[in-house]
């Protein structure tokens, strides 16, 4: 009989020790996250969303924001305190993940890296780990007025390389007096404009040239492979606009703003972040507005997407415990798939690349994830390896004005691109 008792004790244990292994570490009571936030501005949604958390599932959720242009610093200080430092921090490019590789847990295989709809704004490590994933991004391209891009006859469906939309812009602008707006705002080379074009116009050229080498890492010297793209969008831009070409050295961002706020171009490249102004100060409609790759011309430019990057990434610390390791990875997952973790993100931080997102009121940030969904690529921010930035980007704003001011050639602005790097590298 005490045999049987016995072997019916032994039966309730194995089974009450199955039944714990069936649940996940995070609802361990001895299991925690503490999340080292650097966006400041996001503080109080992460502790509410945090304290939302933890009464869900009893897991302590710990939320500390970094003060403003003090994150690496923190982040230095707090990843030192062993037991007690960070589960989830920010490694938020490849500068910083040289620094953090070792503290970054393989996320690939994780169940939020299995949520995740792109790849193309993660962070991986030399040995092919998944070190840190991009948990949202900012976007740009060619911001349109449909609005007046059918009011010249044509559609966004009917444009989709460069040729098809070098045809539309100079068909407008041939036709700019009759139709009463033209093609493409000022492309002003004052400082207020011109990093549209030395930076995020520059990122076509080194974007497809750093993808056919396979770079990962900050390059001491470029080619130029893709300049003559390069100059094809430029030249339709400065072509193609109501300002002369001689008149872009004082041509401002405001002066371009305005010029596609008040309807009197149908194309202006900028970003995600100029949709508060256009609906707001200029009461367009977002009915009217749509954002577009910026195409140049290069071979399968039909499947890319707009430009897309992010320095906002997640790591999970791969010296905490293995239950602290799992609460968090359970947290994130939350995170991007819950009711509530999407609503906050959505409010905070526009679009997410994961397949639970909930739309954003920017139309922008919509175009950007229909793209990705649809498997276009993302064309990633490569200007983010440029060194020196500063002087660099100066020195290709000079080549740029004069060549459009007709007193300096193309040259001058490929021996700014591909000289000034190598410049700039040894300099940095």
Not at 60 to 68: G, L, N, Q
Not at 104 to 125: Q, R, W
Request: net charge negative; hydrophobic share 40%.
């Amino acid at each position: 009989m005490k045999k049987l008792i016995a072997l019916i004790l032994v039966a309730l244990l194995a089974v009450t020790c199955f039944a714990c292994s069936k649940n996940s570490v995070a609802n361990d009571k001895t299991a925690s996250v503490y999340y080292l936030n650097f966006k400041p501005e996001a503080d109080a949604a992460w502790k509410e969303l945090a304290a939302k958390y933890t009464e869900a599932t009893g897991v302590p959720v710990t939320v500390v924001t970094a003060a403003s242009n003090t994150y690496t610093e923190t982040l230095t200080a707090e990843l030192d305190k062993g037991a007690s430092a960070p589960t989830l921090f920010q490694c938020s490019n490849m500068a910083g993940l040289d620094t953090w590789a070792d503290y970054c847990y393989d996320l690939a295989g994780s169940p939020v890296y299995a949520e995740m709809t792109t790849s193309d704004f993660n962070l991986m490590k030399k040995t092919g780990e998944v070190a840190s994933i991009g948990f949202c991004y900012e976007c740009f391209g060619i911001i349109v007025n449909k609005t007046l891009l059918e009011k010249a006859g044509y559609t966004l469906d009917q444009i989709t390389d460069f040729a098809s939309l070098k045809a539309a812009v100079e068909d407008i602008h041939s036709r700019a007096a009759e139709l009463g707006f033209d093609a493409f705002t000022s492309s002003g080379m004052d400082s207020s404009s011109s990093w549209r074009f030395s930076g995020h116009l520059a990122n076509m050229p080194l974007f497809y040239e750093f993808r056919d080498d396979g770079v990962t890492a900050q390059p001491a010297t470029i080619t130029g492979k893709y300049l003559e793209n390069f100059k094809n969008i430029w030249d339709l831009y400065i072509n193609n606009s109501a300002t002369d070409p001689t008149q872009l050295a004082s041509a401002t961002g405001d002066q371009a703003e305005a010029e596609f706020g008040e309807g009197k171009a149908v194309f202006y490249q900028n970003g995600s972040w100029e949709y508060a102004n256009l609906t707001g100060k200029f009461a367009m409609s977002p009915d009217s507005l749509a954002m577009i790759p910026i195409y140049c011309g290069v071979a399968g430019e039909e499947n890319a997407a707009v430009c897309a990057g992010t320095e906002n990434h997640w790591s999970v610390n791969s010296k905490a415990s293995e239950v602290d390791i799992q609460a968090t990875l359970d947290f994130i997952y939350w995170v991007v798939t819950s009711e509530e973790g999407t609503t906050m993100m959505a409010k905070e931080f526009g679009p997410i690349p994961f397949k639970n997102a909930k739309a954003s009121d920017n139309v922008f940030f919509n175009d950007a994830n229909e793209q990705l969904a649809a498997g276009k690529y993302v064309v990633t921010w490569a200007f983010n390896y440029t060194p020196n930035v500063d002087p660099w980007r100066a020195g290709v704003v000079a080549a740029m004005t004069q060549y459009s001011a007709g007193v300096g050639s193309w040259d001058d602005v490929v021996t700014a691109f591909v000289a000034g790097w190598a410049t700039q590298y040894a300099a940095q």
